[in-house]
């Protein structure tokens, strides 16, 4: 009989994979991920002379959390540098492994 992470590992791919993957282009490849989460969130600014005042720093930070096959990509990208997602650059921010799979969070500070 076989153990419980053996049949998990199998369900990623007969049902994780297949019940929820998207197709996105990740630095000019088409890639399967699997979305986990996106926010987009409104930074700290003060008005002044009628405006918001945050150029140092954008005023939304955008992130994006996705799965996406260690098999598939190989090897894990580096925390700092920049990847290209859908088009759009964004620094990634962490890389984990888990069972066979990255999970990659970026982010992108927007003006």
Same mark, same amino acid.
């Given at each position: 009989?076989?153990? @419980?992470?053996? =049949? ?7 049902? @994780?994979?297949?019940? @929820? ?7 000019g490849?088409p890639?399967?991920?699997? *979305? /986990? ?6 930074r700290?600014?003060?008005? =002044? ?5 945050n @150029?140092?720093?954008g005023? +939304?930070?955008s992130?994006k ?5 260690k098999?598939? /990509?190989?090897?894990a *990208? ?5 990847m =290209? +997602?859908?088009?759009?650059? /964004?620094?990634?921010?962490s890389?984990q492994? =888990?069972?066979?799979? +990255?999970?990659?969070?970026l ?5």
């Amino acid at each position: 009989m076989t153990d @419980f992470l053996e =049949e998990a590992l199998a369900d990623i791919d007969s049902v @994780f994979f297949q019940e @929820f993957v998207e197709q996105h282009k990740i630095d000019g490849k088409p890639f399967d991920v699997v *979305p /986990y989460e996106m926010t987009l969130k409104e930074r700290k600014a003060h008005w =002044e002379a009628g405006a918001k005042q945050n @150029f140092d720093q954008g005023l +939304y930070l955008s992130t994006k959390q996705f799965f996406i096959r260690k098999e598939d /990509y190989g090897t894990a *990208p580096k925390v700092g540098k920049l990847m =290209e +997602y859908d088009g759009i650059c /964004y620094t990634i921010r962490s890389c984990q492994t =888990e069972h066979g799979l +990255y999970l990659v969070e970026l982010e992108r500070v927007r003006q």
